[in-house]
């Protein structure tokens, strides 16, 4: 990964040296989510080793609310200066495809994409399922409807949506339970309030390690480093990968010298050692350094393929 790293360095070497007066004020990271969320947890660690590269401070602006609608338009109505940045991934266009946003990534412009963060299917201690596999045969032995956790329009909801199809899970045979946050389905777990909810590792990896909730499944294509006992989805007859991928967008018409410099910082940050150590096994992400156009064609590339899966299985339901 450090060759990808260096190579997209290579292609914005030259814009960044004409932007060394960039940036002269702290820098405003929106977070369209709450705090302590896994988009929380992880910046901040990026942001903390992209510091020295920037030499300015990095401040974080909370903006829950509506699906991450309002802090997307946050940024989409920010002065085009660099000083204001998007966390980003897939609810941004998920949200657009649903009907619930006007503006999708295309409104903004890319900084970089940064990590994919693994999806597990999460239940709480002492549930029956121990394995994703067993959801199926549980929803068709319950006399009162299974519940899952979706935070809505997000790509929780789109991953459960595509779970069913693929388990043979009719959606009026479950109960799909609505919350405003990943917190507040961690919440819910703990509490038995709900059956099953979409988490991962930096929301929840120390109550996997307490055995308070049970990981079961990763949706990725290898098991993780942190979870290494966990099967992939794969490997129990689901053909599901699912990650949350996150990177950063700035207003558009952003001086293009100054997203370089932006970018140029925080490949220089995913080059950490100790960082990449926890990225991997603490967080259970994996690193995917795209800078500027790059990210633009694999955000491009996504939302064409997020958009005939959402209609097909009726994602704005």
């Known amino acids: 990964m450090k060759i990808a790293i260096a190579s997209g360095l290579l292609l914005i070497a030259n814009w960044a040296i004409a932007s060394d007066s960039f940036p002269q004020e702290e820098i405003s990271v929106v977070i369209p989510y709450m705090a302590g ?3 929380d947890v ?11 590269y920037l030499g300015q401070s990095v401040s974080v602006e909370y903006m829950p609310g509506s699906g991450a609608i309002l802090g997307a338009r946050r940024v989409l109505e920010a002065a085009p200066d660099g000083y204001t940045l998007l966390v980003c991934h897939q609810s941004l266009d998920l949200a657009y495809l649903a009907g619930q946003a006007s503006f999708n990534h295309t409104h903004f412009a890319p900084v970089a994409m940064l990590i994919r963060t693994v999806s597990i ?18 929803v068709n032995q319950r006399s009162t409807p299974l519940a899952f956790g979706v935070t809505r329009h997000s790509n929780d909801h789109l991953f459960w949506l595509q779970f069913f199809e693929q388990s043979g899970i009719s959606p009026a045979d ?11 389905q961690v919440e819910a777990l703990l509490a038995h309030e709900i059956d099953f909810a979409l988490l991962d590792m930096p ?3 120390q109550l996997y390690a307490s055995h308070a909730l049970t990981p079961l499944g990763v949706a990725a294509s290898e098991r993780l480093p942190g979870l290494p006992r966990i099967e992939t989805l794969s490997e129990q007859g689901i053909d599901l990968v699912n990650t949350a991928d996150r990177g950063l967008l700035a207003p558009l018409d952003t001086p293009p010298e100054r997203l370089a410099t932006l970018a140029n910082a925080l490949a220089q940050a995913l080059n950490d050692t100790s ?13 995917d350094y795209r800078p500027l156009a790059a990210y633009g ?10 958009a005939p899966l959402a209609e097909h299985v009726h994602f704005r339901r």
Do not use: C, W
């Open 121 to 138: 299917p999460t239940t709480y201690a002492g549930h029956r399922a121990q394995r994703a596999s067993d959801i199926a045969a549980l």
């Open 174 to 184: 479950v109960l799909v339970v609505h919350f405003p946050s990943m917190s507040s």
């Open 203 to 205: 929301s929840t990896g």
């Open 37 to 39: 969320g896994p988009s």
């Open 275 to 287: 960082l990449r150590y926890r990225l991997a096994h603490d967080y259970g992400s994996l690193i």
């Open 297 to 306: 064609d694999y955000l491009n590339e996504q939302f064409y393929k997020l």
């Open 42 to 52: 992880l910046l901040r660690d990026i942001f903390k080793a992209a510091q020295p």
